[in-house]
T-cell receptor, first 110, second 115 residues
Framework: GQSLEQPSEVTAVEGAIVQINCTYQ??????LSWYQQHDGGAPTFLSY????GLEETGRFSSFLSRSDSYGYLLLQELQMKDSASYFC???????????FGTGTLLAVQP | DVKVTQSSRYLVKRTGEKVFLECVQD?????MFWYRQDPGLGLRLIYF???????EKGDIPEGYSVSREKKERFSLILESASTNQTSMYLC??????????????FGNGTRLTVT
């Protein structure tokens, strides 16, 4: 079967660093994507990890450990505009079908 | 810029009506997807299509069907709408990349209310 776990809510202050963890179980795993969704908006792509290790894109980094079926999204120098829901989405198969979970609601406070 | 356009932002239908949700993308993407998003349940895949006239069931296909007659257009059909289909419906598209990643591009969603 397939399963996905990430925290439902995280709160942090401006300028801080926050890590959103994701554990997954899926057959035919290809890689792990992260998406951001602001309230009332469409999900937008942030990052993708196919191999173990850290991928950095500006203030955001994403990590994957395939052997542990675990990944995380690291957000640095938090800004108010980072308040959004963040979804990890494992890709199971060559068809690019992604499994989204319930996401993590990040609230950044001044 | 990739554009995924959903025909309606808000839709109100009555129980038992046949409902069509339309999605058009302009990037020549092979893959198209329909998700629904509900509070506490996240995004759940209803159907996806990897080519014209091709479709596969997602996790929650019951009560829905789809149509992909042209590459750029993917329609979600509720044969007989029910109140438990009240939800936000999100369409997405991507390239068919095999082993490589192709991000999903989402439309802005259609909020459907069935009364």
């Amino acid at each position: 079967g397939q399963s996905l776990e990430q925290p439902s809510e995280v709160t942090a202050v401006e300028g801080a660093i926050v890590q959103i963890n994701c554990t997954y179980q899926t057959s035919g795993f290809y890689g792990l994507s992260w998406y951001q969704q602001h309230d009332g908006g469409a999900p937008t792509f942030l990052s993708y990890n196919a191999l173990d290790g850290l991928e950095e894109t500006g203030r955001f980094s994403s990590f994957l450990s395939r052997s542990d079926s675990y990944g995380y999204l690291l957000l640095q120098e938090l800004q108010m505009k980072d308040s959004a829901s963040y979804f990890c989405a494992p890709r199971g198969g060559a068809t690019n079908k992604l499994i989204f979970g319930t996401g993590t609601l990040l609230a950044v406070q001044p | 810029d990739v554009k995924v356009t959903q025909s309606s932002r808000y839709l109100v239908k009555r129980t038992g009506e046949k409902v069509f949700l339309e999605c058009v993308q302009d990037m020549d993407h092979e893959n198209m997807f329909w998700y629904r998003q509900d509070p506490g349940l996240g995004l759940r895949l209803i159907y996806f299509s990897y080519d014209v006239k091709m479709k596969e069931k997602g996790d929650i296909p019951e009560g829905y069907s789809v149509s992909r007659e042209k590459k750029e257009r993917f329609s979600l059909i509720l044969e007989s709408a029910s109140t438990n289909q009240t939800s936000m419906y999100l369409c997405a598209s991507s390239f068919k990349t095999g082993g490589y990643n192709s991000p999903l591009h989402f439309g802005n969603g259609t909020r459907l209310t069935v009364t």
